[in-house]
Nanobody
Framework: QPRLVQSGGGLAQVGGSLRLSCAAS????????IGWFRQAPGKQREAVSC??????????WYADSVKGRFTISRDNDLNTGYLQMNSLKPEDTAVYYC???????????WGQGTQVTVSS
């Protein structure tokens, strides 16, 4: 059964760091882009970052709100994607999801979501 399993996240203080992982099982993740999305309470889901598949050379994209603070990466040998989040702000508080595309509507697989809470 193909699936994405997320880990990481939790509680951090303002200015702190967290790392999210997104491990694929049952399929080769390197064929797919990896998108990270988040949804805060009462807000729409938004795209946070994306990294291209192996064919694209791993091009990256970041939302303006996280640029310079978050770093997306992937380890194709481990079949896993990562989102390193530094200099966290209260407005980063949300449930974070990984997916197999940079566009949510095109993603064929989603992680289960993980809560990130940044306290001041």
């Amino acid at each position: 059964q193909p699936r994405l399993v997320q880990s990481g996240g939790g509680l951090a203080q303002v200015g702190g760091s967290l790392r999210l992982s997104c491990a694929a099982s049952g399929f080769k993740l390197d064929h797919y882009p990896i998108g990270w999305f988040r949804q805060a309470p009462g807000k729409q889901r938004e795209a946070v970052s994306c990294i291209g598949n192996s064919d694209s050379g791993g091009d990256t994209w970041y939302a303006d709100s996280v640029k310079g603070r978050f770093t997306i990466s992937r380890d194709n040998d481990l079949n896993t994607g990562y989102l390193q989040m530094n200099s966290l702000k209260p407005e980063d508080t949300a449930v974070y999801y990984c997916a197999t595309d940079c566009m949510a509507v095109a993603a064929t697989g989603w992680g289960q979501g993980t809560q990130v809470t940044v306290s001041s």
